[in-house]
T-cell receptor
């Protein structure tokens, strides 16, 4: 029973390039969350998606960042024209959605993005 | 300070001792959760306590919640070297689903 999977685990991009981060939720989970963690800090919420719907993107920068969770396939967090300040660990979490606000979120191992 | 602030920022103890970490938050919450993160790894869910609960146990973990003081504590009893990690509290606000994390407590258990 595989957990949340993220790939790649490490990603290096030069300034101005695009970064695509993928997240496959746990089997049976239809809720996906993306968080960003800067060094020595806690995680910061970015976006919450259900299949084909963005439910809450209040934590996501208005420009250059986008997220999707298609009917088929993984959720993707896309960062266009990356800058050095985008360097961070990006974590995806999934939940079943069956317990409402007390859903347990299960986290993936993260993607560490480095922008040169 | 931010929602979900942990105290202390770092804690170093001997194996076998108890470790206590505290968390304070600002808004009304639905529940509060504690997570553990080993260096360079993802987060592992430890325990969830609802706003109408005051105390919860899970193995060597004991969590308390005081909603009047907007604070929570995590106690790890009989610590082991393998407990060395960062511990984060995270809150779920009323009518929200996303977690709001604090900056964490770095726990080091010396063998």
């Amino acid at each position: 029973n595989a957990g949340v999977m993220q790939n790649p685990r490490h990603l290096v991009r030069r300034r101005g390039q695009e970064a695509r981060l993928r997240c496959s939720p746990m089997k049976g989970h239809s809720h996906v969350y993306w968080y960003r963690q800067l060094p020595e800090e806690g995680l910061k919420f970015m976006v919450y998606l259900q299949k084909e719907n963005i439910i809450d993107e209040s934590g996501m920068p208005k420009e250059r960042f986008s997220a999707e969770f298609p009917k088929e396939g993984p959720s993707i967090l896309r960062i266009q024209q990356v800058v050095r300040g985008d360097s961070a660990a990006y974590f995806c979490a999934s939940s079943s959605g069956t317990s409402g606000f007390t859903d347990t979120q299960y986290f993936g191992p993260g993607t560490r993005l480095t922008v040169l | 300070s931010q929602q979900g602030e942990e105290d202390p920022q770092a804690l170093s103890i001997q194996e076998g001792e108890n470790a206590t970490m505290n968390c304070s938050y600002k808004t009304s919450i639905n529940n509060l959760q504690w997570y553990r993160q080993n260096s360079g790894r993802g987060l592992v869910h430890l325990i969830l306590i609802r706003s109408n609960e005051r105390e919860k146990h899970s193995g060597r973990l004991r969590v308390t919640l005081d909603t009047s003081k907007k604070s929570s504590s995590l106690l790890i009893t009989a610590s082991r070297a393998a407990d060395t990690a960062s511990y984060f509290c995270a809150t779920v606000e009323i009518s929200a689903r996303q977690l709001t994390f604090g900056s964490g407590t770095q726990l080091t258990v010396l063998p």
